[in-house]
């Protein structure tokens, strides 16, 4: 059973790309925040080491923090790089259609998340699978 068709009008299409690019700013200051430049790096950055001092408990410290702020990175750019392909979407004039089914996502769903590229039906057929 297909999604009832909507339509998403420009308003809303303005709002979630306003929204899109919003998130895009903040994560993009959080990620210059616990990471530096790395060449090394795929993505030119890497989570930054801190450095509280040399005893067996700040070392400890250090790694548990470390572990933490790898692994925040990491959401970050994941996040980061759905918003940019959804911003893409939009601006190819694909954003709102499922990439399964080609049905049209109900606005109320892209609204909620704007990086959705599934309807609601297509994305419980994935999770239930």
Known sequence: ???????????????????????????????????????????????????????????AQEVSEYSTTLATEKILEKTLEDIDKALKRIEKGQYGTCKYCGDTINPKRLLARPIASSCISCKNKLQNS
């Open 1 to 59: 059973m297909s999604e009832e068709k909507h339509i998403l009008d420009k308003v809303t299409l303005e709002t979630i790309k306003q929204e899109l690019l919003d998130r895009k700013s903040k994560i993009l200051e959080d990620l210059e925040d616990i990471s530096q430049e790395d060449s090394h790096e795929a993505d030119n950055r890497s989570a930054k080491f801190p450095e509280y001092g040399d005893k067996p408990d700040e070392n």
